[in-house]
């Protein structure tokens, strides 16, 4: 059971939302950090980067993961019953190095749209004393929601530093870098990755006052990112299990509007976050922030979207609409849109998932697939285009299953389908993590996971490990145990010691 005292606050999770990061220190005593750091500098001379077996090769990383502080930090984030990946990298930062350019990881080369809900997140975790000068990673605070970086250079950056046992917990979509190494020690961060496999019901924190409230926000200290408090609303929300839309008036509304062309890129931006935070009051802005939605500035056409997903249902039609518009960035922008609103967008979104444009298509089941539990009534049609000509829908078809959960049980055999037939890595890589995300109900997939534990790609084997787990009968266990003694590894075994 969780303790209660090792989850985040409130106030935490705030700062988690508009920052995308969150930084605790384990309770584990220094020896076991450092041991961590010998044994990761000693194998990586000997054989290379040890890549996705830093773990079982330095067993000690796991004590790090159970920590009740990190526990606490990854379930507040995550829920109950996250998981960890199976790529793992422990980055070596060498002595004198010149450091990174900022960057957002990748989904190992997967065309996947960018995730504003935190259902995938990243732990950085530093095994020796990490100042400044050797090179921690660094972060542009606030910059999970963007495509593209505000400022050039390092502008805006924020270094994740700490002593031995430090873990930074950080949105999966946000932007980072390793800094330069001044020093004459080789510097290490393990990078694990983590997926949430439960559309959260409630906080997952420990929660005291469920509104929303930003905590001291300055856009002056930080460049890198300007305000999207509707969007930040709309995931705390979404967070707390909640579809409260409650709204503040942000002053007279058609000069809110007024505003919303203005040449001052900052001024559209903040006009359309202010009509967003009067919800559907603001319904009368609708055609202003449709337009925006393909503005050249990333953090307008953010807060238009999410404006319009606050506005809710009468937004629906202008932005189907914008889902055959020509240009991509508003068909995004819209998709967004339609995921804020949530549930009902879907009966619209059902329709759109039959249209002849292949772009519509995609934007349509990835923003079912973002509403999630709220598009239980879309599993019917999406259980008939999951064969899709295209290869983003039907990857976003079951991650739609995987989000709704439990309730998508009818659409088991499709992904069954998908698992075992389709050509597309990610196909199947959706499919097998959908299955764990169904759970017991997914219990007529043993067959084909069992199968999928020799699939080429090795992280459709990972998730499908993860559902054999979780349907958990002695069918699955047995499967599961039959796998562990053929691909067991002797993390000792090397050109030294071979018996």
Request: charged share 25%; proline share 5%; glycine share 6%.
């Amino acid at each position: 059971m969780q303790e209660q005292s090792h989850l985040l606050t409130d106030d935490q999770m705030r700062d988690f939302i508009v920052n995308g990061y969150v930084s605790i220190k384990t309770d584990l005593p220094r020896s076991v950090h450092e041991t961590i750091y010998r044994k990761t500098q000693e194998f990586t001379e000997k054989e290379g980067n040890l890549g996705n077996n830093i773990l079982p090769r330095v067993p000690e990383l796991q004590a790090v993961f159970e920590d009740p502080a990190v526990r606490g930090a990854f379930t507040s984030v995550l829920g109950k019953n996250y998981v960890m990946h199976s790529h793992r990298h422990p980055h070596r930062n060498t002595p004198h190095s010149g450091g990174q350019g900022f960057h957002k990881d990748s989904y190992w080369g997967h065309q996947k749209v960018r995730h504003h809900l935190p259902r995938w997140a990243m732990a950085f975790y530093y095994p020796q004393d990490t100042p400044v000068e050797i090179g921690p990673s660094a972060i542009l605070s606030g910059t999970q929601y963007y495509n593209q970086r505000l400022t050039e250079d390092n502008n805006g950056e924020v270094a994740l530093h700490g002593e031995a046992g430090t873990i930074s917990v950080i949105h999966f979509d946000l932007w980072h870098r390793a800094m330069a190494n001044s020093t004459d020690k080789t510097r290490y961060m393990m990078k694990f990755q983590f997926i949430r496999l439960d559309e959260p019901n409630e906080p997952d924190w420990e929660s005291e006052d469920p509104s929303w409230k930003i905590n001291g926000f300055n856009e002056e200290s930080n460049p890198a990112a300007k305000k999207h408090e509707t969007t930040w609303r709309h995931v705390w929300n979404w967070m707390s299990g909640s579809t409260n839309s409650e709204h503040s008036t942000n002053g007279n509304l058609s000069m809110h509007i007024d505003k919303l062309n203005d040449k001052n890129p900052d001024v559209r931006s903040n006009a359309a976050d202010g009509l967003g935070m009067s919800s559907e009051a603001a319904a009368e802005a609708i055609p202003e922030l449709a337009n925006l939605l393909g503005d050249e500035y990333e953090p307008a056409r953010l807060n238009a979207a999410y404006a319009l997903g606050a506005i809710g249902e009468a937004a629906v039609p202008s932005l189907i609409e914008k889902l055959s518009n020509e240009n991509g960035t508003t068909r995004r922008m819209a998709a967004y849109a339609l995921a804020a609103v949530g549930s009902p967008a879907v009966h619209s979104l059902k329709e759109a998932l039959t249209h002849e444009n292949d772009a519509v298509r995609v934007e349509a089941s990835y923003a079912l697939a973002q509403i999630g539990s709220g598009a239980e009534s879309a599993v019917d049609v999406m259980i008939e285009k999951s064969n899709d000509s295209n290869a983003e829908v039907r990857r976003y078809i079951p991650e739609a299953f995987g989000a709704i959960g439990p309730a998508a049980a009818p659409a088991v055999s499709t992904l069954i389908d998908r698992l075992a037939n389709d050509e597309d890595a990610q196909v199947r890589f959706e499919s097998a993590l959908a299955l764990a995300q169904i759970g017991p109900a997914s219990s007529d997939a043993i067959p084909v996971l069992k199968d999928s534990l020799s699939d080429s790609n090795r992280y459709v084997r990972d998730n499908s490990i993860h559902a054999l787990k979780r349907i958990g009968t002695s069918e699955a266990e047995t499967a599961l145990l039959d796998y562990l003694l053929m691909a067991r590894w002797c993390a000792v075994t090397n050109s030294e010691s071979t018996f």
